[in-house]
């Protein structure tokens, strides 16, 4: 909430002077952390998941498995399998995906800030290079 007080100097008339109150941004809990890490994450997967798909039919090939996808790349061998499989065959095993996304990377990225802040607490480090401990 901004007040508005007068000010008078000698002759002059008199003049609003604004005092503006700034807010501080609420640090979200490390449960929101978690949440949002966690969910950034798997909608990261479900854009990535068709050419995770692609890459492991790619590396099987290469082992000597299915020879009908030889030489069509990684383009190539997506269209493939959407148009002979169908669209949902690229999706097969996203469930179990979807889980480790939410799992490891609400660990991994959502932690970072409450990790680096209780290391920045208990060893004194301010930053720099001393920081470095955190990312190990």
């Known amino acids: 909430m901004a007040s508005i007080t007068t000010t008078t100097t000698g002759t002059q008339q008199p003049r609003p002077v604004r005092h503006v109150q ?18 950034a994450a798997c909608i990261a997967d479900l854009f990535t998941f068709p050419l995770d798909t692609t890459k492991v039919r790619l590396q099987v090939q290469g082992e000597g498995g299915n020879c009908a996808l030889q030489g069509r790349g990684v383009l ?40 680096k802040n209780k290391y920045m607490e208990m060893s004194g480090v301010t930053g720099g290079l001393q920081l470095m401990g955190v990312r190990v």
């Open 22 to 39: 700034t807010k501080q941004a609420a640090v979200p809990g490390i449960g929101v952390q978690l949440l949002t890490a966690g969910t």
């Open 76 to 115: 190539g061998t997506l269209f493939y399998i959407g148009k002979h499989e169908g669209p949902s065959s690229l999706y097969s095993g996203i469930v179990p995906g979807l889980q480790r996304q939410m799992a490891f990377s609400a660990i991994r990225i959502g932690a970072y800030d409450t990790v």
